[in-house]
């Protein structure tokens, strides 16, 4: 095999599917990246049996083969040979001779036909989306997922459609996350949980151009995200996803009306009284045209006023800060309204469509 690419070519190639090696594993095929040109086009692959990513790049094809080569070694050799064209050749001991300019790396292979490919995805159940409003969705609900896995499900995101609509949903037992979005033509109903790690891979590589498209296709047991010259296979979480609907209660004492930066920025200030393994939460009151917050730590204390529009019962209620700020920092909106029933019970940010909707359960707290 001898094949030619630009480096920004084969960085771009390397940088996408470097998302599927898996950090630790008992297979070292897995740690490998293959590179297959046995056709006239060439293929980056990598795949943690979990998480599969192929891409097409653009490179010149001398002589045609496949090899695997280990994909840490790879990415920092291509990373730091000179910005000029990069030649990759392969002798029979499946070695890559690796040059560029004067730089010539020989490292060792594996044989191409031992790599684990991607399953084969039955192209079905389909849905079409904008990459940037994928982007958008996932980035704007993928915090409130859980960080470790006692409980699978929480690791993941419910992607469900219905009445041509994608619903996005994560929580993690303090918070939830929702944004709904509409989609274009007729989509079948689906509901699957996918693994937080491939929407956060996916969020990395798909572009901000609202014109260029990707096609999400599902089946029982797996997601295709296909896009560019890209495709992502991920494994489904399996299970029944948690009722949503009965957490979400449309009853409300009293809503606000905050400007969404002026809110954010206080509370931002706030936590730097609050060391990060400290639990002390902001305690939140509301009365009329007026939301004051307070945290009182080891370190200092803080009291900050912001102007308000208020309806319905004065409140006080304590909160994590770093919830309010993950919610806040993904909303768009200029200002924003926040519904709560008591000092108990959760407080919901919401627009008026219900486009996105962030749950967050307050905390306790001595007045």
């Given amino acids: ?3 030619i690419f630009t480096k920004s070519n084969l960085l771009k190639g390397v940088g996408i599917v470097l998302k599927a090696v898996p950090t630790r594993t008992t297979m070292s095929i897995l740690e490998c990246i293959l590179i297959d040109a046995t056709a006239n086009e060439i293929k980056f692959t990598a795949n943690d049996m979990e998480l599969g990513i192929e891409t097409k790049i653009e490179g010149d094809i001398v002589e045609k083969g496949k090899i695997a080569i280990d994909a840490k070694i790879f990415s920092e050799i291509v990373r730091k040979l000179p910005d000029n064209d990069i030649t990759i050749e392969t002798d029979s001991n499946y070695n890559a001779i690796i040059t560029c300019e004067k730089s010539m790396f020989n490292i060792s292979g594996k044989a191409g036909d031992d790599f684990s490919y991607i399953p084969m995805i039955e192209k079905s159940k389909c849905i079409t989306i904008p990459q940037f409003y994928l982007k958008e969705v996932i980035n704007q609900t993928i915090f409130s997922i859980a960080a470790n896995d006692n409980n699978k499900m929480m690791t993941g995101e419910l992607f469900e459609v219905r009445d041509n609509e994608l619903k996005v949903v994560a929580l993690d037992g303090h918070r939830i996350a929702i944004r709904t979005i509409k989609l274009d033509g007729k989509a079948d109903d689906i509901k699957v949980v996918v693994p937080g790690k491939t929407l956060n891979e ?3 590589i798909l572009s901000n151009d609202v014109d260029a498209i990707v096609n999400i296709y599902f ?7 296909e896009f560019d010259n890209t495709i992502v296979v991920s494994r489904l979480i399996e299970g029944e996803y948690f009722k949503i609907n009965q957490m979400l209660s449309s009853d409300y004492e009293t809503k606000i009306f905050v400007n969404k930066k002026e809110f954010l920025n206080c509370i931002d200030r706030a ?3 609050i060391k990060e393994n400290d639990k002390k939460p902001i305690i939140i009151n509301v009365t009329d045209g007026s939301l004051e917050l307070k945290v009182n730590s080891a370190i200092g204390s803080l009291n900050e006023n912001i102007d308000i529009s208020k309806e319905g019962k004065d409140i006080m209620i304590g909160f994590n800060p770093k919830f309010l700020i993950d919610a806040l920092r993904v909303i768009e909106d200029e200002e924003i309204s926040i519904y709560l029933v008591n000092s108990k019970a ?3 940010i919401k627009d008026k469509e219900e486009k996105y909707i962030y749950l967050i359960l307050p905390v306790n707290f001595n007045a």
């Avoid at 089946?219 to 995200?225: E, G, M, P, R």
């Fill in 1 to 3: 095999m001898k094949l």
């Fill in 202 to 204: 996916i969020s990395k």
């Fill in 219 to 225: 089946t029982n047991n797996h997601i295709l995200f």
């Fill in 271 to 273: 936590t730097l009284l």
């Fill in 346 to 348: 959760p407080c919901f």
